[in-house]
């Protein structure tokens, strides 16, 4: 089922996000993040919202959420999105479905597009995109470091102009 996050949620979501970032094939983020971390971005979901994906017994499998893309007016209907599946989660669907419905939300609230970046390494991760209509733009090169390796990132986007209520 995929539904809004609520801040019962927050350390599933921290947990699920750690393991996105100790697995260093998604992020440059080397920082964990925290239940409190989570609870802060949970008390923003009005302007970006954040849903998770949860199995028959109600447990989180992963979360999906929009952040802000810059803070120019001109661009507020741009967001950047996140998903992260828990390990034992990923390969069966649960991204699609997840990311599916960001999407679907994102257009009800007026989003006109949706971007982000991906390692080029991240099949996973650029299968789903493609799965779900988005274009790879191009390639960022050598964009940031992590741990110490200069990376390149493929940037996508989503038009959402066919989708958003005008
Ligand atoms: C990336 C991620 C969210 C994808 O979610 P998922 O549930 O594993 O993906 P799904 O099972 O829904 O598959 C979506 C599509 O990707 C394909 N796919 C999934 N895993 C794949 C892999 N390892 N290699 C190639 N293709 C893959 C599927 O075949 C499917 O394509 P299709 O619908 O055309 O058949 C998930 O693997 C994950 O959380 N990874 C770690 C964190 C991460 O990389 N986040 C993205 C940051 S940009």
């Given at each position: 089922m995929i539904r809004f996050a609520r801040a019962a949620d927050a350390a599933a979501i921290a947990a699920i996000y750690n393991q996105g970032i100790a697995d260093?094939?998604?992020?440059?983020?080397t920082e964990p993040r925290t239940e409190a971390d989570l609870l802060e971005r949970l008390s923003n979901v009005e302007r970006y919202p954040l849903m998770v994906a949860e199995d028959a017994a109600g447990r989180v499998l992963g979360w999906a959420g929009l952040s802000s893309y810059r803070p120019r007016e001109c661009y507020a209907g741009i967001a950047e999105f996140s998903i992260y599946l828990d390990r034992e989660a990923r390969g069966r669907g649960v991204g699609r479905s997840l990311l599916s419905g960001l999407i679907e939300v994102a257009a009800q609230r007026g989003f006109w597009k949706l971007v982000s970046r991906v390692f080029p390494l991240n099949a996973a991760s650029r299968a789903l995109c493609r799965a779900c209509?988005?274009?790879?733009?191009g390639t960022y090169e050598k964009h940031a470091r992590l741990d110490g390796e200069w990376l390149d990132v493929i940037i996508v986007e989503l038009s959402l102009h066919t989708q958003t209520p005008q």
């Open positions: 260093r094939g998604a992020t440059f983020e209509g988005f274009r790879e733009v």
